[in-house]
């Protein structure tokens, strides 16, 4: 087998000399006659890449995508990449178009050439995106709705049929009858709460005027939906701040097509049934309304979809699918996009308020050349707990408290850990504590900023020299010469995090030290104090 002609198959032409070597005597060479079917849905899928070497094939598209046209690859070339890549079957049939030599690979030689190789991998992962559009079905849905954006008006109506194409791994049951409830148990509590009601929606980067002095007694709750700020402005309209123009938005409108897929189908059930009249007169309050249990029993669902409409719902549950029958889907959608492109952003606003609480927290250090900047991406709890004097302070008594009022907490193996999440569930009980203990931590240089400018994105300042002796026991002690000051952000979100790693970068320049995300990785595959490198780094639009 001839390794020159490995070496103009793109992207095998990414590979080493070593790694060209290493594949060959892992690999077989194939001859096959004109008209030899080479591989197809009907035969046996294997786990095998072909580089054709010598001639040409005719690909013949499957029943699914009857309308491409038949096309050719000539020589030199691979194919049968998707067998190799995704858990599928063969999507074509590819039949030898005169004599045509290849050299078999095993579709796990591949996959340790991508793991091993980062120019290898990206070029593959390029010639997919690109050659094979495994991502047309995003692309689709992504065009159609910031089309629609840009009018002005969202019809989710019509980016349904797109959203289906998207498959997504949150919505598994999309496609199917039955009601997916976890997929509702997932978007539900990141929207408003009151979603079930609402006929119009107005999504904006920049809350109106009108309703800036008044935005506490305007906003909706969510259950988890803590960095997205929901407002009534009418009963049934509502208007939502969008985090960034782009990715907050796709974010959104997926999880409004899931509702509306799901919804349907309750709606579907509910029409089906003899309960609608009862249901109405229920929720109006009409003198002959049926009582709750009465109606309850009478409903179209079955003990399990009625213990997760509960689940959904709660005591609000017949009220809730009163309003999902008479909703019918009809959500209007409005974009607003910012008019006055002078005025400052969101991100720019919070940058403002670091400047003004670094001038109270270390006046003499804050524009000073020799401070050290630490940024961390992580949430606004834990790298505070590290190093804060006031939970090793109250250590004895978080933690009797927790064995009787939350020993779930205690069932951690590390006791800093233990410390931690019990501390947490006791200022919940007691918020008084909370509040002592952020007067406390800023004596301390443990400066909380609560207030995100309508970015969502908490802050703590940490001025190490202020930080006291009593730290986590992993945490090795600290130098404070020279100064330092730790600038530990809550997450930013797709997007966002553009706007504002770039605004902290701007403020602090050649005095950032480092650059650090906390986070969930960490959780799933490393140890406590591990440090992980990353292996790879994707754009997020890609």
Request: proline share 4%; charged share 25%; glycine share 4%.
């Amino acid at each position: 087998m001839d390794a020159h002609v490995v070496n103009l198959i793109p992207p095998f032409n990414f590979l080493t000399p070593t790694e060209t070597e290493h594949l060959l005597q892992h690999a077989h060479e194939a001859e096959f006659a004109d008209g030899r079917t080479i591989v197809s849905p009907q035969i046996e899928a294997h786990d095998q890449l072909f580089l054709l070497t010598s001639g040409r094939v005719r690909v013949q598209a499957n029943e699914v995508d009857a309308g491409l046209a038949e096309s050719f690859i000539d020589s030199p070339s691979y194919f049968g990449e998707r067998a190799v890549f995704f858990d599928q079957p063969r999507q074509a049939t590819v039949i030898a178009d005169g004599p045509v030599k290849c050299i078999v690979v095993s579709g796990s030689e591949v996959r340790a050439l991508i793991e091993g190789n980062c120019s290898f991998s990206q070029a593959f992962a390029a010639a997919l995106r690109t050659k094979q559009r495994i991502f047309l079905g995003y692309d689709n849905f992504v065009n159609l709705l910031f089309t629609q954006a840009e009018s002005g008006l969202v019809k989710i109506r019509e980016l349904i049929e797109a959203y289906r194409e998207l498959n997504s791994v949150l919505h598994q049951a999309g496609a199917a009858d039955e009601i997916d409830f976890d997929a509702l148990a997932y978007v539900l509590p990141r929207l408003p709460e009151n979603l079930t009601a609402m006929s119009a929606l107005f999504l904006t980067e920049d809350l109106p005027d009108m309703y800036r002095k008044v935005r506490d007694a305007a906003r909706i709750s969510a259950q988890r939906a803590t960095k997205r700020e929901f407002y009534e402005v009418l009963p049934g309209k509502g208007l939502i701040l969008l985090r960034d123009e782009t990715t907050d938005t796709v974010d959104l409108i997926t999880k409004l097509c899931i509702y509306a897929v799901e919804a349907a189908k309750i709606r579907d059930r509910l029409l089906n049934s003899r309960v609608t009249d009862d249901l109405a007169r229920y929720a109006v309050g009409a003198p002959s309304a049926p009582a709750a249990d009465r109606l309850r029993e009478s409903l179209p669902f079955n003990a399990t979809q009625l213990a997760d409409l509960d689940r959904l719902f709660g005591d609000r549950l017949l009220s809730r699918l009163y309003e999902i029958l008479v909703q019918f889907g009809d959500i209007a959608i409005y974009v607003k996009r910012s008019a006055n492109r002078y005025t400052m952003t969101a991100s720019e606003l919070w940058l403002n308020q670091i400047r003004d609480a670094l001038d109270e927290l270390m006046p003499e250090h804050q524009k000073s050349d020799d401070l050290e900047v630490h940024i961390v991406s992580s949430n606004t709890h834990s790298v505070a707990n590290c190093l804060s004097t006031w939970i090793r302070e109250h250590t004895e008594e978080i933690l009797t408290w927790a064995e009787e009022h939350s020993p779930e907490c205690l069932e951690l193996s590390h006791p800093e850990n233990r410390l931690y999440v019990a501390a947490r569930q006791w200022q919940k009980a007691y918020p008084k504590a909370a509040a002592d203990r952020a007067a406390r931590d800023r004596n301390a240089g443990i400066y909380s900023l609560d207030d995100t400018q309508f970015t969502g994105i908490e802050v703590n300042l940490i001025d190490l020299a202020q930080v006291g002796d009593q730290i986590d026991q992993d945490v090795p002690a600290i130098n404070n010469s020279p100064p330092k000051l730790i600038v530990n952000i809550d997450y930013a979100y797709g997007q966002q995090a553009e706007s504002i790693i770039r605004n902290l970068i701007l403020l602090f320049g050649n005095r950032i030290r480092s650059i650090s995300v906390f986070g969930k990785s960490g959780a799933v595959v490393g140890n406590r104090g591990d440090m992980l490198l990353p292996s790879r780094f994707m754009l997020q639009t890609n």
